[in-house]
């Protein structure tokens, strides 16, 4: 298979063309020939003309690629070398939705080949590859795996934002169905990871690595948060406390924030879930995501306590929210805590304003029900920098002074104007 798709005698196929599909589809297609797949007839029309729909990559990242964008099941089929790319959210209950996974899973089953390979990135619990997939690319194939072709699971480790750390810097881990298929997926993998390859011994360590990944930051948070809340209480800067413990050579250095995302604040409710499924009911991990879930509903109740003891009149009173993605100089607003900040507020029948230089009106209209303002007016009763965007960074307390009433709080959550903002009220997390 590696010298095939070396020699462009065969192609590999990305499957799911967001975040994480489409870096590792254009990586591929300096080297291969690629086709990259999506659904979304929109986006492929966006992708076909070197527009990144995510906004992550520019046009110079889809020069020299031999990679054929499409949206029809028959052109997918001209591949050998699958990779499976979608997103594997939770739903409103923090179920997981395996379902865009499942579709991928009915659509390989109906192009795959004998000796094809099949590898999944889609962040699922341990188990998910070989126990729900495997048997819907089977049930539409007709064929057998190891028999006919090959599986694998290598988790993705693309992070939106990151230009450091990228498919070609991080150490891919790799895993296979049998010895055969882990070498080859290793070797395919090898054409565009310089970083190198970890070979897992199993398809279920390789998704258990995932899930942990991001569960553990997800707990540092979740403490960082808790402290925070223990530290507001005792009058302390929690970022202040922070620096102090940070000069410790072994200290870990996070920090409190809303937890959003498409991985931190979902991936550890896979793991739950498959945990539970097999009798065991997690106390350390959910406790975690009880803390950051909630981190939301307790800035909107600091903020409203700040305008009952110095407006007054709720219904008059305005905040302006700066920043809407789920983290600084993204797009993507997908599973974003800033609008359950809003959801908060709105519940409070307080105005809210909602500004972003990076988010799309249209999208948090259609996904959270508000617009984000071009324009801002002034005469605020408190600003919630939400997210740090390097757009806010450079901004001085005469700003924040001439959009806002005298008595109005500026709450920063992550702490980036602390000390410079004098002539208002000021919190941070």
């Known amino acids: 298979m590696y010298q095939h798709l070396i020699n462009k005698e065969k192609s590999l196929a990305v499957i799911g063309l967001g975040y994480v599909g489409l870096p590792i589809a254009l990586a591929f297609a300096k ?27 520019d046009a110079t990242a889809f ?12 052109v997918l089929k001209k591949a ?25 899973s009915e659509t390989i089953g109906k192009v795959i080949k ?28 007709g064929l057998k795996m190891n028999l006919d072709y090959k599986i694998g699971y290598s988790p993705e480790r693309i992070n939106p934002g990151d230009k450091e750390h990228t498919i070609h810097s991080i ?34 360590v390789a998704e258990a690595a995932k899930i942990i990944e991001n569960t553990q930051r997800d707990l540092n948070i979740a403490l960082m948060n808790e402290l925070s809340i223990i530290f507001d209480k005792m009058n302390i800067n929690t970022y202040e406390v922070l620096e102090a413990a940070g000069t410790k050579w ?52 600091k903020v409203l306590q700040h305008i009952i003891q110095h407006n007054g009149n709720i219904k008059e009173s305005r ?14 607003i997908r599973n974003s805590k800033v609008a359950d900040v809003v959801k908060e507020l709105y519940s409070y029948s307080l105005s809210v304003d909602v500004i972003d230089p990076y988010a799309e009106s249209n999208d948090t209209l259609h996904e959270y029900g508000f617009e984000i303002l071009k324009e801002i007016s002034t005469k605020y009763d408190a600003v919630i920098l939400a997210v740090p965007h390097s757009e806010y960074t450079s901004l001085d307390d005469s700003y924040f002074e001439s959009i806002t009433n005298k008595n109005a709080l500026i709450a920063d959550l992550k702490g980036i104007h602390r000390g410079k903002v004098t002539s208002r009220s000021y919190w941070s997390l």
């Open 319 to 332: 905040v302006l929210i700066m920043g809407a993605t789920f983290k600084e100089n993204v797009s993507d």
């Open 63 to 74: 020069e020299n690629c031999d990679i054929e964008f499409t949206n029809d099941i028959e």
């Open 114 to 141: 004998k000796g094809d390979y099949v590898v999944f990135e889609s962040t699922v619990y341990p188990g998910c590859t070989e126990e729900d997939c495997v048997p819907i690319i089977e049930k539409h194939s």
């Open 250 to 301: 072994n200290f870990l250095k996070f920090q409190p924030g809303l937890v959003g995302g498409h991985c931190i604040g979902v991936d550890p409710y896979y793991l739950t879930y498959k945990s539970k499924k097999l009798g065991y009911d997690s106390q350390v991990i959910l406790a975690g995501r009880v803390i950051n879930d909630g981190m939301a509903a307790y800035v909107a109740k």
């Open 171 to 204: 150490i891919k881990v790799v895993s296979g169905c049998c010895d055969e298929s882990l070498q080859t997926i290793a070797q395919v993998y090898e054409i565009v990871v310089k970083a190198g390859v970890h070979k897992a011994s199993s398809i279920k």
């Open 31 to 57: 080297k291969i020939k690629v086709v990259g797949f999506d659904i979304n007839a929109e986006r492929v029309a966006m992708m076909q003309k070197g527009i990144d729909p995510s906004q992550e990559l």
């Open 80 to 104: 050998n070398f699958f990779i499976v790319a979608v997103p594997t959210p939770v739903d409103e209950h923090n179920i997981p939705d395996l379902i865009p996974v499942q579709k991928a």
